[in-house]
């Protein structure tokens, strides 16, 4: 950048200005423009040279620019050093206002939006595959519409994405409490969504215990829901989720228990007879035998799949009766 000078004796500081635009504010930056003083003109002799440094005019009476500490006249200036309008591709003259944006420069009045024209010389703007859009025509054209309120969700603003979906933060909340979920947990219900709180105290089954709402797991029982932790023993209250059990009036009892309070004893060894586990048993009247302890009382043979011969609480094999 030069500085303007005229020498015409007049003593008058000619200004002029260059307005720069980095990305999407610009500043303005202003050229000194100045002159010879008078005094500095009466020790100059006509026998002087002061000529344009490119086309060695005489610049005796015509305003010119010094540059790197040499004058030009205003046409060389203008042919050497200015920029070139990257949308008109004339040259920006050094009175003319210019804007630059990524090694590219524009004169202020071809520094437009690409799609309304409108001018981007004081306002925001984006660069779109090297096309200038002002903000509004950007956001029109790529920014998603939030799906509550139907309003462009503005580049930099804090959004939520779900499922294809796009959200203001502050659009994004609970269909039940109508509180915003933000980062929180949430539960998708068909087009509605709920915060987990919300959704339990909804739709979530209750545990026929403690009626309390089953967030996750659980077991079923007689087509019930059960927090595992609820699904006890009725005696000993130990916990029967993944455990064999079985039931009496409906109420979950594990093996241990059912067999010491429900199960008929063995006749021979006394222990429970509870046909768990494809255990069998032989019952005959009023008394039961486990498979295995169903022996002649005397002989101890077995007498599964025989004939046997009752003699009081015995029970003998044939043989064993005849030699009675």
Known sequence: MGFLCSPDLSGRVLTGGRRLA??????????????????????????????CDNCKESLYGRKYIQSNDSPYCIPCYDSLFSNTCDECKELIGHDARELFYED?????????????????ADEPFTSQDNALLCNDCYCNEFSSKCVACDKIVMPGTRKLEYAG???????????????PIGSKSFIPDKDEHYCVSCYEEKFA???????????KGGVTYRDEPW?????????????????????????????KC???LYAKKCEACSKPITGFGGGKYISFEDRQWHQSCFTCSQCSVSLVGAGFFPNGNKILCRDCNSNL
């Open 205 to 215: 089954p209750r545990c026929t215990r403690c009626k309390k709402a089953l967030s």
């Open 104 to 120: 590219r420069h524009y004169h202020e009045h071809c520094f437009r939006c690409f799609r309304c024209d409108r001018s981007l």
């Open 22 to 51: 980095h990305h999407h504010h610009s500043s303005l930056e202003r050229c000194l423009h100045t002159s010879l003083s008078l005094t500095a003109l009466k020790e100059t002799t006509m026998a002087d040279r002061f000529d």
């Open 165 to 179: 979906s796009t959200w203001h933060e502050g659009c994004f909340i609970c269909h039940s409490c109508e509180q």
């Open 227 to 255: 927090h595992k932790e609820c699904f006890v023993c009725t005696s000993c209250e130990t916990q029967l989720a993944g455990q064999h059990f079985t039931s009496r009036d409906e109420s979950p009892y594990c093996l």
């Open 258 to 260: 059912f067999s010491s």
